[in-house]
C-alpha cells in the first residue's frame, strides 16, 4: 500500500508541477503548446487516481483481514476444547452446548457447529464447512456435564 500512495503522490507531485509550469509561463506560451501541457498534467492526474484507487483495494483488504482477526479473537476468549470439539464455556467454566469443528477452529479460528448424525458413540458427525468427521463420542454435547 505504501507504494501505490508513494506512486500517488510523484503523480499529483508531476501534475502540480505541470500546472505551475503554464502558470508560469503565462501568455508566452502557445495555444498548441498551453493544450499539450494540460493534456500532460490531465494523464498525471489519472496516474494519481489509479494509484489512490490501488491504496483503496489495499485498505479494503486490510480491513477484511483486520475484521477476521478480531473475530478470531473475540472466538478464542468464548471457547473451550474437550476431546475433539470446543465449546462455549457456562459462567461456571463448563463446557457447554454442542461442539464446534475443531479442524475450522484451529485452521481458521472460525466456529461452525458440527452436524450431528445418529445418537450411537460411533455416529459419524461431519462440519457442515470443511467436512471433517467426528466420532460422536469425541464432541459429544455439554461434555462438563457427563451425559452423552
Ligand atoms: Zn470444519
Redesign the pocket.
Known amino acids: 500500500m505504501i507504494g501505490e500512495l508513494t506512486a500517488a503522490m510523484a503523480a499529483l507531485k508531476a501534475t502540480n508541477e505541470v500546472i505551475r509550469g503554464v502558470l508560469a509561463a503565462d501568455k508566452a506560451l502557445s495555444e498548441a503548446d498551453l493544450k499539450f501541457r494540460l493534456a500532460d498534467a490531465a494523464a498525471t492526474l489519472l496516474d494519481a487516481r489509479a494509484a489512490v484507487m490501488d491504496a483503496q483495494t489495499a485498505i479494503d483488504a486490510r480491513d477484511v483481514e483486520i475484521a477476521r482477526l478480531n473475530e478470531a479473537l473475540a472466538n478464542r476468549a468464548k471457547v473451550v476444547r474437550r476431546a475433539n470439539g470446543y465449546y462455549e464455556v457456562d459462567s461456571d467454566g463448563k463446557a457447554v452446548g454442542e461442539a464446534y469443528?475443531q479442524?475450522?477452529y484451529e485452521k481458521d479460528h472460525a466456529l461452525?457447529h458440527i452436524a450431528y448424525a445418529g445418537n450411537t458413540i460411533d455416529a459419524k458427525c461431519t462440519?457442515p464447512?470443511?467436512?471433517?468427521t467426528y466420532e460422536r463420542r469425541f464432541v459429544r454435547m455439554n461434555p462438563d456435564a457427563g451425559v452423552a
Open positions: 469443528c479442524r475450522c461452525y462440519c464447512v470443511c467436512k471433517s
